[in-house]
C-alpha cells in the first residue's frame, strides 16, 4: 500500500459535486465520532433517531481531516475544515462510486441467507495469501455500510471484496450497482426476512439481483445443492454472467466436497476442485463454514490464483464476536465454563448450524439460550418450534428461550429440556445466569432485535474479579 491520501478535499469535493472549506486530506472515512481515528473525514448522516450533525464540533476535536455536512453545524470556527454537499448519504453514495470507479482491484460480490460475513472473511484471508486484499468490515453490508465500505477503498488494493445484504427486493440490486463485481457469489437461498416476501422463490430472486451489477469477466458463483440452483443460474445467464461455477455436495458440482472430518474445533476438509484435488482444515467448526469454504474455493479456481497459496488463508480465521466468538469464563465461585457468543443474528439455517457445534463439544451440560427469529412472517413460530428437532440431534441437555415467538419453541420441547421463558431478554439473562455451573457449556444465539448481547453481558458478569475471558474460538 502506498502513503497516499485516501481522499484529498478536490477529489472528495469533486465526487461529491460538493463544496471544501480547507486543503485537507483524509486517511479513512468515518460515520460514528466515537470509533473515528484522526485522520478521518467525519461524514454527518442525519437518521430517525440521531443527526451527525450534532457530532461534528467533537470529531473535529477527536482529530478528524474534516466533515462532510448538508448544513452548518452552529459554533464551529469559520475555516473548519469542512465538505459541504446537498445530502451525506447520497454524497457518501457518490464517494463510494468514485472510489469504485478509479479502482483497478478485482472485485469480488458475496450475498446470500446465511454465512455473507464469513465467507467475506475467508475469501478477504485467501486473497490476501496473493496480493492486498480490502473488504468491508463486520456486517457494514446495507444501504450506508456498502457505500461507506467502498469510500474506505484505497485505489492500490489489488482485490476487493464486498458483502451485500437485504430485507427487501431491490435493496442488493441498488448495491451491487455500486459495487460492480467481477465475481458475485450466492452462499445459499434460506428463509431469512421471509416477512417481506410472499415465497423462498421470491428471496432466491432478490439474491439473484448481485448478478445485475456484474462487470468486466462476469462470474457467478452458486450453491449446487440449493433448491433454486435453477433459478439463480438462470438470473446469472440473463445478466451476461460469462462463467458459472458451482460448490456443494451435489456430484455435478464444479467444486465438489470429498470429506469433512467434522470436530468441535474445526474441521479437515477435502474437495475436488475441477477434478482437482485440495484439502485443507479449517479452525472454525460446523458444516456451515464447510461450505462457505467451498464457495471460497469456487472463487478462487475462478479467479485463477495459485490455490495452494491462497487456501493457506483459512487457518488464519477466527470467530467474531457475536458470530460464533468462544470465551472460557473463570467463575467466582471456582471453577470455569465455556459460552459460544453468536448473538449477532439469526434464522433458521444458522440456528441449527449453531445447535450442531454446541452437540459437538465434550464437557458439561449443552445449555442453548435462544432468542427470536425476527423477520419471518406468518409461519414465525412454526419455524421456532422445528429448532425441537436440530436440538434433539445435538442432544442437547437444556434450552432457555426468549421472546414472542421463542415461546412455541419452550413449549415444543420435552420436559426435561425446558430451562426457562421469558419475554425478552432481560427478563430472561439473571435466570440464566443463577442457572449455570461450572463445566457447562452455552450458546447465545438470537436476532439482533432480540438483544441476546444482555445474556452475554450477564453470563460475562459471573466472572471472578481476575477474570481473563479471552479465548480463541
Not at 56 to 62: K, M, Y
Not at 123 to 148: D, E, F, Q, T
Not at 187 to 214: P, V, Y
Not at 441 to 448: N, Y
Request: hydrophobic share 45%; glycine share 10%.
Amino acid at each position: 500500500m502506498s502513503d497516499a491520501p485516501l481522499w484529498t478535499a478536490a477529489e472528495a469535493a469533486k465526487a461529491t459535486a460538493g463544496l471544501a472549506q480547507g486543503d485537507w486530506t483524509a486517511s479513512g472515512v468515518s460515520i460514528d465520532s466515537r470509533s473515528l481515528a484522526p485522520g478521518d473525514l467525519f461524514v454527518a448522516l442525519a437518521g430517525p433517531n440521531f443527526d451527525g450533525h450534532d457530532f461534528v464540533a467533537g470529531a473535529l476535536e477527536s482529530g478528524a481531516a474534516a466533515a462532510m455536512v448538508h448544513q452548518r453545524p452552529s459554533g464551529l470556527p469559520q475555516n473548519a475544515p469542512l465538505l459541504e454537499v446537498g445530502d451525506t448519504l447520497t454524497a457518501l453514495a457518490a464517494l463510494g462510486k468514485a472510489a469504485r470507479a478509479r479502482s483497478k482491484a478485482t472485485i469480488v460480490g458475496i450475498t446470500g441467507s446465511a454465512g455473507k460475513t464469513g465467507t467475506k472473511e475467508a475469501m478477504r484471508a485467501c486473497l490476501g495469501k496473493i496480493a492486498s486484499c480490502y473488504a468491508n468490515a463486520s456486517s457494514l453490508n446495507n444501504h450506508w455500510g456498502v457505500p461507506l465500505s467502498l469510500s474506505r477503498f484505497a485505489s492500490d488494493e489489488r482485490y476487493g471484496v464486498f458483502e451485500m445484504g437485504m430485507n427487501h427486493a431491490g435493496e442488493i440490486a441498488e448495491l451491487t450497482k455500486m459495487v460492480r463485481p467481477h465475481l458475485a457469489v450466492i452462499t445459499n437461498i434460506g428463509i431469512a426476512h421471509i416477512e417481506f416476501f410472499s415465497s423462498r422463490a421470491g428471496i432466491a430472486d432478490a439474491k439473484a439481483e448481485i448478478f445485475q451489477g456484474l462487470d468486466g469477466p462476469k462470474i457467478a458463483v452458486l450453491p449446487r445443492d440449493c433448491d433454486y440452483f435453477d433459478r439463480l443460474q438462470t438470473a446469472a445467464r440473463e445478466c451476461g454472467a460469462k462463467r458459472i461455477l458451482t460448490f456443494g455436495r451435489h456430484s455435478q458440482s464444479d467444486i465438489r466436497l470429498e470429506d469433512a472430518a467434522l470436530s468441535a474445533e474445526g474441521s479437515l476438509v477435502t474437495a475436488s476442485a475441477l477434478g482437482r484435488r485440495i484439502a485443507y482444515p479449517l479452525p472454525l467448526p460446523g458444516e456451515h463454514w464447510v461450505s462457505n469454504s467451498l464457495a471460497v474455493v469456487a472463487a478462487l479456481v475462478a479467479l485463477e490464483v495459485d490455490l495452494e497459496t491462497a487456501v493457506l488463508g483459512f487457518a488464519e480465521l477466527k470467530a467474531m464476536k457475536g458470530r460464533g466468538a468462544r470465551k472460557r469464563i473463570p467463575l467466582a465461585a471456582g471453577g470455569t465454563l465455556l459460552m459460544i457468543d453468536d448473538s449477532y443474528n439469526a434464522n433458521p439455517i444458522s440456528v441449527a448450524a449453531a445447535l450442531a457445534v454446541l452437540g459437538r463439544l465434550e464437557g458439561g451440560r449443552r445449555i442453548a439460550v435462544l432468542g427470536d427469529m425476527l423477520e419471518l412472517g406468518a409461519d414465525a413460530s412454526r419455524y421456532h418450534r422445528e429448532l425441537a428437532d436440530p436440538i434433539e440431534e445435538a442432544g442437547l441437555d437444556l434450552v432457555f428461550t426468549c421472546g414472542t415467538e421463542m415461546a412455541a419453541l419452550q413449549e415444543a420441547l420435552p420436559e426435561g429440556l425446558r430451562g426457562a421463558h421469558a419475554a425478552s431478554s432481560a427478563e430472561l439473562a439473571p435466570q440464566v445466569a443463577a442457572a449455570l455451573l461450572p463445566g457447562d457449556l452455552v450458546l447465545v444465539k438470537g436476532s439482533l432485535g432480540s438483544r441476546m448481547a444482555l445474556i452475554v453481558d450477564a453470563i460475562e458478569g459471573l466472572a471472578g474479579p481476575a477474570a481473563d475471558s479471552a479465548m480463541g474460538g
